[in-house]
C-alpha cells in the first residue's frame, strides 16, 4: 500500500485534522525556500548579508533602500499559483475533515486555494502596513513605481513595510494560540515540507496528543520516529493523490460483510 493511499484511510478516520506546512508546500508553486537563497552584496554597504540578515527588523531599520530591494527581489511572487496540494486541502476543509492550516509560508496560497481557516505564524506577504500610524495596505501599493525605492504612507509619511514576522520580531500571541488550540484538539496532524528546524514554529508539534500524525517531507526531520507514517516525496502530488483516492476510489472504503447464500 503506498502513502498516498495510507493517508487516505488515516483521513477518513478524521474530523479535526490539521494540516502544519512550511516552505516545502509552496517550492511546487515556484517559489524557492527562503534559506536555500543567497546573500546579496551591495557595494555602499561594503558586505555581503546572509538571507537572514537581510530579512531582519535591524536591516529594514538600518537599510531600508536595501531591505526593500532585496524583498522585492526575493520575497515577492507575484504570478504564484496554489498546487495540488493547496486544492486539496482546501478540498479537505469544505468536506469537514480538515479544520485548519498552519502555515509558516507568507504567500497566501492558502486562501488563494479556498482554504478558510489559516494560520499564518509568520504573517503574510501580501498585507503591508505603515510603521508609525499602522494603516494597511494591499502589497499591491508598495509595487508602485512613485512607491520605490521606500513605500510610505499616504496618510501620515511614514514607511509601509511588509506584514510578515522578520528576523528579531515575535510571532503574533494570537495567531500563536489559535494553532496550538487547533493542533492540540487535531485528531491527525499532518506536518508537511518542513523540516521541524526553526523554532518556536517547530515546537508546535510538542502540543499534538492526536491518533495520527503524518509526515511528509523530502528529508528527514526530527519527528520521524514519532510518526505513524512518513512519505519522502512531493508534498503537493501526495495529498492529491490522497484525496483522490479518499473522494473517488470505493476500495478504501469500508465493505460490509456479504450475507451467506441460502
Known amino acids: 500500500m503506498g502513502g498516498a493511499e495510507k493517508l487516505a484511510r488515516i483521513l477518513q478516520d478524521s474530523t479535526k485534522a490539521v494540516f502544519f506546512g512550511g516552505a516545502g508546500m509552496s ?13 546579496i552584496y551591495y557595494q555602499k554597504l561594503h558586505r555581503e548579508f546572509r538571507p537572514e540578515e537581510m530579512a531582519s527588523h535591524s536591516f529594514l531599520v538600518n537599510h531600508p533602500e536595501e531591505f526593500f530591494e532585496a524583498y522585492r527581489q526575493r520575497m515577492m511572487f507575484m504570478d504564484a499559483k496554489p498546487n495540488a496540494g493547496h486544492k486539496a486541502l482546501a478540498k479537505l476543509e469544505e ?6 492550516v498552519v502555515t509558516q509560508n507568507i504567500d497566501g496560497l492558502h486562501q488563494l486555494a479556498g482554504s478558510k481557516t489559516v494560520y ?3 504573517g503574510s506577504s501580501l498585507r503591508w502596513f505603515c510603521m508609525k500610524c499602522g494603516r494597511f495596505y494591499p502589497m499591491e501599493y508598495a509595487l508602485r513605481e512613485e512607491n520605490r ?4 504612507c499616504e496618510v501620515c509619511g511614514g514607511v509601509v ?3 510578515v514576522v522578520l528576523y528579531e520580531e515575535g510571532l503574533d500571541e494570537e495567531i500563536l494560540e489559535n494553532a496550538v488550540h487547533a ?11 518542513t523540516s521541524l528546524a526553526v523554532y518556536p514554529a517547530a515546537g508546535l508539534i510538542d502540543y499534538f496528543h492526536g491518533k495520527h500524525l503524518v509526515l511528509i517531507n523530502k ?15 512531493a508534498i503537493g502530488k501526495v495529498l ?12 478504501i472504503h469500508i465493505r460490509l460483510p456479504q450475507k451467506a447464500m441460502p
Open 27 to 39: 517550492t511546487e508553486s515556484g517559489i524557492p525556500d527562503f534559506r536555500g537563497a543567497d546573500g
Open 183 to 193: 493542533i492540540s484538539d487535531a485528531d491527525t496532524l499532518i506536518v508537511g515540507g
Open 149 to 152: 525605492p521606500i513605500p510610505h
Open 161 to 163: 513595510r511588509p506584514g
Open 120 to 122: 499564518e505564524l509568520h
Open 95 to 100: 468536506r469537514g475533515i480538515l479544520r485548519a
Open 240 to 251: 492529491h493523490e490522497a484525496t483522490e483516492r479518499l473522494f473517488h476510489a470505493p476500495s
Open 219 to 233: 528529508t528527514e526531520t526530527k519527528a520521524d520516529s514519532m510518526a505513524e507514517l512518513v512519505i519522502r516525496d
